[in-house]
């Protein structure tokens, strides 16, 4: 027997979500813990370690289910805004979806007009699925002819017809096997291809994100270690150093620490070294850094080294 618990990041988004499928009208619903103790006890670590969600979905104590939605466009840097959410459902073999508009209108200031989704994030999420053999799947979330989100419950069609291919298989087999199932359904080939026709019918150089973006070079070990006066010695294996050049003043995570963990599992491999760059950054700032932060996870996570400004710092060291 189902016993179903929504952990929400507000009881808003909770509520509509209960609302998506009939399994789970009589769904138990509290808000995401924040206290890593509770945090763990609850089985919630795995989905949690890099950042908040917006639905996490258990059923008896087990994380069955993770959701990220939101009306804004990842366009330009910001696309790694949310990615590490999805990360860790794929990371713990956990169907996740992103429901958001591929396009949209932003309003205000001379900035104001159609967004556009930054395609690596496309890229690094099929790239992840066939890493960890998960679904993470993307659904656009609709938009009217002047690119502005619908906001009728018509827009939840599409994330409706998934949840009942979920669920069907669900009431049958559990969760062994719901992943798998997931990602190779005719449901996920169809949103791929979706991906592949905004590509082309919206983007005008769709062609540029089929190379790494300014902020980051692929560059031998060789060319790292003279650019910055070192002699570093990387395993044998390491040939490349994928340099990702953070142009933050302040350390802060939010799109930095996403991007890092979207530029590793798009370009790094196991022949190639992630290093961050902290520019104007001295490494005694870093060391003020909680251990237990997010921030601070998180660029550990995804780096095999920080050049600061007065120095550069190994993995083991950070």
């Known amino acids: 027997m189902s016993d179903f618990l929504i952990y929400c990041d507000d009881f808003q988004e909770g509520i509509w979500f209960q609302s998506l499928d009939e399994h789970l009208a009589d769904a138990e619903m509290e808000v995401i813990p924040s206290q890593r103790a509770q945090i763990e006890r609850l089985g919630l670590y795995d989905v949690l370690k890099y950042d908040r969600p917006d639905i996490i979905l258990q059923d008896n104590n087990e994380t069955i289910f993770v959701l990220e939605r939101t009306v804004e466009v990842p366009s330009g840097h910001n696309v790694g805004q949310r990615y590490g959410r999805l990360l860790a459902a794929a990371e713990a073999r956990i169907p996740a979806v992103y429901f958001g508009p591929y396009a949209a209108y932003k309003h205000g200031g001379n900035t104001a007009g159609p967004r556009y989704m930054n395609l690596r994030l496309f890229y690094a999420l099929r790239r992840v699925s066939e890493m960890y053999n998960t679904a993470v799947t993307t659904i656009n979330w609709p938009v009217d002819r002047q690119y502005e989100v619908l906001r009728t419950p018509e827009k939840d069609q599409r994330l409706k017809q998934y949840l009942k291919l979920f669920f069907d298989y669900y009431d049958k087999f559990g969760s062994n096997g719901l992943s798998e199932y997931m990602l190779q359904s005719d449901f996920?080939?169809?949103?791929?291809?979706?991906?592949?026709?905004?590509?082309?019918?919206?983007?005008?150089?769709?062609?540029?994100?089929?190379?790494?973006?300014?902020?980051?070079?692929?560059?031998?070990?060789?060319?790292?270690?003279?650019?910055?006066?070192?002699?570093?010695?990387?395993?044998?294996?390491?040939?490349?150093?994928?340099?990702?050049?953070?142009?933050?003043?302040?350390?802060?995570?939010?799109?930095y620490t996403g991007m890092a963990a979207l530029y590793t599992n798009l370009y790094g491999d196991e022949s190639s070294a992630v290093i961050l760059e902290f520019a104007n950054i001295e490494s005694a700032r870093w060391y003020q850094q909680n251990r237990l932060s997010k921030t601070y996870r998180m660029f550990k996570a995804f780096s095999d080294g920080i050049v600061f400004r007065d120095d550069f710092i190994t993995h083991e060291d950070l």
């Open 188 to 255: 996920q080939r169809q949103q791929y291809l979706e991906q592949d026709n905004f590509a082309e019918r919206e983007i005008r150089n769709p062609e540029q994100y089929d190379v790494p973006p300014e902020s980051l070079e692929i560059i031998p070990v060789s060319e790292f270690n003279r650019r910055y006066g070192l002699n570093v010695h990387f395993a044998n294996q390491i040939r490349r150093v994928v340099l990702y050049h953070v142009g933050m003043t302040n350390i802060r995570s939010d799109p």
